[in-house]
């Protein structure tokens, strides 16, 4: 059996409460789910080589979970990278990263290593290695072009991560067909209009779960603790998962 192993280089939601980090994960030390402000910083003090990354997945484009990328293309151009990262993004995530870029940091795409830009595309499963992710529109911030989960198969392993949103079929659908579930919980009982809480909407998604599959809880508010339901964990910054 695949080894699934996720490092949390975050798990705070947009307003980093009680000194969080902002939400990310790694799996198997490759496939960086997420680029959150801090993503660079986070790599380093879990000793993993951000050269090594072979893979960024993006869910949307809240700086929370985008403004990472112009310090990991810092990093790739200044300290050595050579071989091709692929970017896997909602449409448009190129013309943002260059827009944001060039006015950050000009002269930043002028590098020798390739960038495979791909848009998650509902429907188009992307593969890169052994992981391949098939995205799914979710319900949270309509001014933005477009809001993904992913279904993702690794090796023999199937896992799923909700991006951020709200309660809905799509994300209840990837519930269904997970062994492991990484969902958003923005809060404990406040309920928000773009995203899930603990006590209304954990329990439901944690019901559409095969009862033998884990759902693993992050993007959270401070007070989001103790989960009180079974093979349910909120994961925490810097922690490592193996399932
Ligand atoms: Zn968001």
Redesign the pocket.
């Known amino acids: 059996m695949t080894d699934l192993d996720l490092s949390f280089i975050g798990t705070g939601n947009?307003f980093a409460p009680g000194g969080l980090c902002w939400n990310g994960f790694l799996v198997n030390e490759k496939f960086l789910f997420e680029a959150p402000p801090q993503a660079l910083m986070s790599l380093n003090r879990l000793g993993v080589d951000p050269n090594a990354i072979e893979a960024v997945v993006i869910?949307?484009h809240?700086g929370?979970?985008f403004l990472g990328l112009p310090f990991l293309l810092l990093h790739w151009k200044y300290f050595g990278r050579k071989t091709p990262v692929r970017i896997i993004g909602p449409s448009e995530t190129e013309a943002v990263a260059r827009q944001v870029c060039e006015r950050v940091y000009p002269g930043l795409f002028d590098f020798s290593f390739e960038i495979e830009w791909a848009t998650a595309a509902p429907g188009a499963p992307i593969t890169t290695g052994d992981l391949t992710v098939e995205s799914v529109p979710v319900k949270?911030?309509r001014k933005?072009n477009e809001?993904l989960g992913f279904a993702c198969r690794l090796g023999d392993r199937r896992f799923a991560y909700t991006?951020?949103s709200a309660i809905c079929e799509a994300v209840l659908d990837l519930a269904r067909g997970s062994e492991l579930l990484v969902s958003e919980c923005a809060s404990r009982a406040e309920r928000l209009p773009?995203?899930m809480n603990l006590v209304d909407d954990m329990p439901v998604l944690r019901a559409a779960l095969p009862p033998e599959s884990s759902l693993l809880i992050t993007h959270i508010n401070s007070d989001v603790t103790d989960p009180g339901l079974p093979r349910t964990a909120v994961a925490r910054d810097f922690e490592r998962y193996r399932f």
């Open positions: 947009a869910s949307h809240h929370d979970h949270h911030d933005l809001n991006g951020d773009m995203h």
